[in-house]
């Protein structure tokens, strides 16, 4: 892969620290992670060294290094979400899709993360899967919830 | 479309305009497509209404607004008549929705539907024109919006985010415009100061004292800063401020910064809320057409720009040095203070930073005068504050409400009590840094003396209800095991101390307790508290201690009795069926991802215990609460 996108958002941006964190953002929107040979790119074009661009994107939760499934779930573990069983969710959600928290599935079709709140309390326990968010769940509800996105 | 507002002449021909926005001469369909709204279907209502108009070519409008607050009831969807009441409806669908329009067209109201009539309770209408509509309550009579008082929340949930125009109609911007040609920064200052206003982040510093320590601050550029990184789970006020009100924050940070001396602005967003991210954009690009943000504000000398930052998903970061450090770039890391930011901030500029509802409540308080705003409230903690209901609570959703009232009308007459009515139990406030406040402290009058008193802090404004099924030791566990994430590592005492806090917690919860261990939790805390260079780790053992003050007898069930009383710590219990109340549905069985549940149809089943991982989907899907926990 050339990485053409990324080469784009690079030179678009200026040879500054502050805009490291912006920059890293869009190359994951891009891309869904944040590829090696993408950061060693970024480390040389804005003149910042790669320990500390690989120490920014290793600090940030929303940074991933690994490649993402298709769809990412997003389990929340907000306080509203554990008092109504949040915790159940993604234990149901492990069994259902046979991966860990954290992972991605075998045909990289979901990736299963956990977030401390989506502040969506109101409709505890919720999921958010790319950018629609599922509330007020119970584990009977998530295989027809899985089953909508292919 | 942009016109540059020049003067206030200029202002009021758009607040004209607004007006007619909100209030047509033809029937006005508005739905609320917040985050809330949009997990419970609004997109689809909105989409179905919207084309359904066209397709039958009806002379309606189709709107969209923020979060109207009763989260409990979305999608609401609020009709405006010309010349009768405006009537909300809760819990639509897109079937619900066309039939409404159906209704419309034969000039009928859905009264089965309606949850309250009249949109906003700022705004009592005349019962004359109410006539036929008597039996659907008015907005503010029911429980849920009697007690409230809105001004963070003023606009939320009753005008377009995305229209400007609309925030100028409610008053948008005069408070600017008053402020820009009539005030000093002096006397703005002071009129903050003796609002009484405090930080709505967490801590309650006094906004006027922080606004005038940067003012007074020698340097030629200096920064304002809008905290949006709502990291406290539960709360979740700042982002429907940003998603439903964009503008007074907007309004809010641009006489701020007048006051202060500054010319460029941030806003800190968390990444965990892409719509308010969105509204803001659009937000700001319109404030900048219409010359409220830019050069010559106003046709004024004053000038200002706003930069919008995303967060990163790091907690620390709603730590203001922590903050400062992700927006030049670089790991969230507090560091010591002093120098405060007032002194030495962003780029080591003297930078004040305030959060989203304290910028909200800014133009108020300049529009209605500091001594209007004081008299809300109770002798330390001014004016409103606006909360997150949520939990084992019947009325789920955001209220505003003066300071001083009490938890139990929070709970009980606005929240409607607990959920399938069972026991309360306490309140969670002050997210990881607050703490557990028990059923005995019902009437505590909420503001932040009060709160810290209690063992706890207002933080942001979360309140997570807990009945007599949530064990607070795994509560305690569930925040340790949050902060032990989110600590960013600098002090070994917060890196190290939590860990082990968390450790200690969970042995005590998986049925390894010690005798001792609650002696021990409490000597580890201290240190943890005292050592800490940021309010992370300074707060970190907050929720051990408000629980094991509270409610050390559950804490010693687990030690001792390797009991866990409200039935969550999965080493500690077991389920059961009933055989007296089990129909013989099968539903469990049928869910049971082990097979671990046997029995024949129409007769009483049985749990393997060896077979059983206590995923508790037997426990959800009984109809006939026939599964127990022991």
């Given at each position: ?27 994951q929107?891009?891309?869904s992670y ?28 929303a940074?991933s290094?690994?490649?993402r499934g298709r769809h990412l779930i997003n389990v ?28 991605a599935?075998?045909?990289l079709k979901f990736s299963l993360e956990?977030v ?11 999921i958010r899967i790319d950018e629609d ?16 996105y292919? | ?630």
């Open positions: 892969m050339e990485w053409v996108k990324a080469r784009e958002i690079i030179s678009q941006s200026k040879e500054r620290q502050e805009s490291l964190i912006e920059v890293l953002q869009d190359i929107a891009e891309y944040l590829p090696r040979e993408v950061l060693s790119q970024i480390s040389w074009e804005l003149k910042i060294p790669l320990s500390q661009v690989l120490r920014v994107a290793t600090f940030y939760a940074f290094l690994k490649p929340c573990l907000g306080t509203a979400c554990h008092v109504r069983g949040g915790g159940r969710i993604l234990e149901k959600l492990e069994r259902e899709l046979e991966i860990k928290s954290g992972e599935s075998s045909d956990t401390r709140c989506i502040g969506c309390c109101s409709l505890a326990p919720v968010t599922h509330g007020r769940l119970t584990q009977d509800k998530i295989p027809r919830i899985l089953k909508k292919t | 479309m942009g016109m540059k507002i020049k003067t206030k002449d200029d202002l009021i021909k758009i607040k004209e305009k607004g007006l007619r926005s909100i209030s047509p001469d033809k029937i006005k369909i508005i739905v609320g497509m917040a985050t809330c709204g949009l997990a419970t279907g609004a997109l689809e209502v909105f989409k179905t209404l919207s084309q359904e108009v066209d397709k039958q070519k009806l002379d309606f409008i189709v709107a969209q607004t923020g979060c109207l607050g009763f989260c409990q009831r979305e999608p609401l969807v609020e009709v405006r008549i010309p010349g009768r009441p405006a009537i909300i409806y809760q819990e639509m669908t897109a079937k619900k929705s066309k039939e409404l329009l159906t209704a419309l067209t034969q000039k009928e109201i859905k009264k089965e539907w309606a949850m309250a009539r009249s949109g906003n309770g700022a705004k009592p209408i005349r019962d004359s024109i109410s006539e036929g509509l008597q039996e659907i309550p008015l907005y503010d009579q029911i429980p849920f919006f009697k007690k409230q008082q809105k001004i963070a929340l003023r606009n939320c949930g009753f005008i377009d985010p995305d229209n400007i125009e609309e925030y100028i109609a409610e008053g948008g911007y005069f408070s600017l415009e008053k402020a820009l040609r009539t005030l000093s920064p002096e006397k703005i200052i002071n009129e903050i100061k003796e609002s009484g206003l405090r930080g709505r982040g967490g801590a309650g510093f006094p906004t006027g004292l922080k606004w005038s320590y940067c003012r007074k601050a020698p340097a030629e550029t200096k920064y304002v800063i809008c905290n949006g990184d709502e990291g406290d789970p539960g709360a979740y006020m700042d982002r429907s401020v940003l998603e439903g009100d964009p503008h007074s924050v907007l309004e809010g940070m641009l006489i701020g910064s007048y006051a202060i001396g500054a010319k460029e602005g941030y806003i800190y967003v968390r990444a965990e809320y892409p719509l308010a991210i969105k509204k803001l954009k659009k937000a700001i690009q319109q404030a900048e057409e219409y010359g409220l943000l830019g050069e010559n504000i106003l046709g004024t000398d004053f000038s200002f720009q706003i930069k919008l930052n995303r967060g990163g998903g790091a907690f620390v970061c709603g730590e203001e040095t922590a903050l400062m450090a992700s927006i030049e770039g670089r790991v969230g890391e507090p560091r010591l203070r002093p120098p405060y930011p007032a002194e030495k901030g962003l780029w080591d500029k003297p930078t004040n930073i305030n959060n989203v509802e304290t910028w909200a409540n800014v133009p108020v308080i300049i529009e209605k005068g500091a001594n209007w705003f004081s008299k809300i409230g109770t002798e330390k903690s001014k004016g409103t504050k606006v909360f997150s209901l949520v939990g084992k609570v019947k009325n789920t959703g955001l209220l505003e409400v003066p300071m001083g009232i009490t938890l139990k009308e929070i709970v009980f007459d606005i929240g409607g009590g607990i959920l399938n009515n069972k026991k309360f139990k306490a309140v969670q406030t002050g997210g990881p840094s607050g703490g557990c406040i028990p059923a005995e402290l019902i009437d505590l009058k909420v503001d932040y003396e009060e709160l810290t008193q209690a063992g706890s802090m207002m933080g942001s404004g979360g309140m997570i209800v807990m009945d007599e099924n949530t064990c607070m030791v795994d509560i305690a566990r569930y925040f340790l095991s949050f902060l032990k994430d989110e600590s960013c590592g600098k002090c070994t005492s917060c890196r190290e101390g939590i860990i082990r806090l968390y450790q200690i917690l969970t042995d005590i919860c998986e049925g390894k307790g010690k005798e001792g261990d609650i002696e021990l939790l409490e000597d580890l805390s201290s240190v943890v508290q005292s050592v800490s260079l940021c309010g992370l780790g300074g707060t970190a053992p907050n929720p051990v201690l408000s629980t094991i003050r509270y409610f050390r007898d559950e804490y010693q069930a687990h030690i001792k009795d390797k009991k866990c009383p409200a039935g969550i710590c999965k080493e500690l219990i077991q389920y059961f069926i009933l055989a007296d109340k089990c129909t013989g549905c099968i539903l469990c069985a049928k869910e049971c991802p082990e097979k671990a549940i046997s029995g024949e149809r129409k007769k009483p089943h049985l749990i393997d215990q060896k077979k059983c991982i206590k995923c508790g989907v037997c426990f959800e899907v009984c109809h006939y609460d026939a599964v127990e926990i022991k």
